[in-house]
């Protein structure tokens, strides 16, 4: 991503601005006409539809990928709240599952578009048998388990960031269950602070442990990452 000047777009063309403006349609609110000015004039989406990637989020994961090294050739890897399927675009290219050498499976409550190399279910991650469902499509191990899944909002800031960390704390605990040891774990939090017990919980199982803000995260948003890298493998159960 870094150093693509195709990516990094100023709106601007021989001095002529070519933003795009958005009229307010009858029916449609104020917020929904910002939000649809916002899409047609971020770089990331036009980058997105010309270069063939499903989402914007593609670009979060591939700056990661390049500052941190996710993906290995043959890796295995999970996708929870896969669609429309930005990241397991991105994951399946990396670990070369469309050459049969890696493999992706991608889980999400919406239904998307099939994707080359990875194999995916519509499914509720709440659901009581939905991890031992994924283990299964996945055949082994995982060496990483990412988890872009964000709970509906309610516009109620606090209560958005607890929803998004439970599901992100339900995330690590699938990923401490399923990863093989040096495996990684990335999930999307909002600023906050009020997911300490998960980062105490990943600072244990993991050798590093960081939040992250790729440069495709809108600036005036509270999404954050945490990626835990260097899983030290599943803990013996304690005796009863």
Excluded: C
């Excluded at 029916?27 to 649809?36: A, N, V």
């Excluded at 500052?67 to 429309?84: H, M, S, V």
């Excluded at 509906?152 to 605990?173: C, F, M, S, Y």
């Excluded at 990684?184 to 919980?201: C, I, P, S």
């Amino acid at each position: 991503m870094s150093g693509d000047s195709k990516g990094s777009g100023s709106g601007r063309e021989g001095g002529r601005s070519l933003k795009t403006r958005v009229k307010t349609a009858r029916k449609r609110s104020l917020s929904s006409t910002l939000w649809l000015s916002r899409q047609l004039n971020d770089p990331y989406v036009a980058r997105a539809k010309r270069e063939g990637y499903r989402s914007r989020a593609a670009y979060k994961l591939l700056e990661m990928d390049e500052r941190f090294n996710l993906f290995k050739p043959g890796g295995r890897i999970i996708d929870l709240g896969a669609a429309p399927g930005g990241w397991s675009q991105v994951a399946a290219d990396r670990v070369k599952a469309k050459d049969g050498r890696g493999k992706v499976v991608g889980v999400d409550l919406l239904d998307m578009e099939q994707i080359a190399g990875v194999t995916f279910a519509v499914k509720d991650f709440n659901d009581d048998d939905a991890p031992e469902m994924i283990k299964a499509m996945l055949g082994g191990e995982a060496d990483g388990v990412m988890s872009d899944m964000a709970a509906n909002a309610t516009g109620h800031k606090q209560t958005d960031h607890l929803r998004i960390v439970a599901l992100a704390e339900l995330a690590a605990e699938f990923a401490m269950d399923v990863l093989a040891p040096g495996g990684f774990f990335v999930a999307k939090v909002l600023q906050g602070g009020t997911e300490g017990q998960l980062l105490t919980r990943l600072k244990r199982d993991f050798a590093t442990v960081r939040h992250v803000k790729p440069a495709a995260s809108r600036a005036d948003s509270a999404e954050l990452y945490v990626l835990a890298t260097g899983f030290r493998g599943r803990r013996a159960a304690a005796p009863e």
